[in-house]
């Protein structure tokens, strides 16, 4: 959850419900939801935010294909700077 910066009310963002309003827009290629972490965490932060993101990647996925509609997924590659992180990634999303 977190507040809109137009009138503070609170909004609720799912990996399901980004997916449904993205096929809402008629989006060509719909994003997953993810979380993007500041540059300078530690290892273990990384690494629990890239986990979270797969989680949500699966998430997303799910629900994309319950409904096609012609449209696209990409999956998004995580870890920073970390090779092993970004490896680890790669080999998440194309299993």
């Given at each position: 959850?977190?507040?809109?910066?137009?009138?503070?009310?609170?909004?609720?963002?799912?990996?399901?419900?980004?997916?449904?309003?993205?096929?809402?827009?008629?989006?060509?290629?719909?994003?997953?939801?993810?979380?993007?972490?500041?540059?300078?965490?530690?290892?273990?932060?990384?690494t629990t935010s890239v986990f979270l993101s797969h989680r949500w990647e699966a998430r997303s996925l799910h629900q994309h294909l319950a409904d096609l509609?012609?449209?696209?997924?990409?999956?998004?590659?995580?870890?920073?700077?970390?090779?092993?992180?970004?490896?680890?990634?790669?080999?998440?999303?194309?299993?």
């Open positions: 959850d977190f507040r809109s910066y137009r009138d503070g009310s609170l909004v609720h963002l799912s990996p399901e419900s980004s997916v449904l309003a993205q096929k809402a827009y008629r989006s060509d290629i719909i994003v997953p939801l993810d979380e993007l972490p500041p540059y300078h965490i530690t290892k273990e932060r990384l509609r012609n449209q696209a997924m990409y999956g998004v590659v995580h870890g920073g700077i970390d090779r092993d992180l970004r490896k680890l990634s790669i080999d998440y999303l194309c299993s």
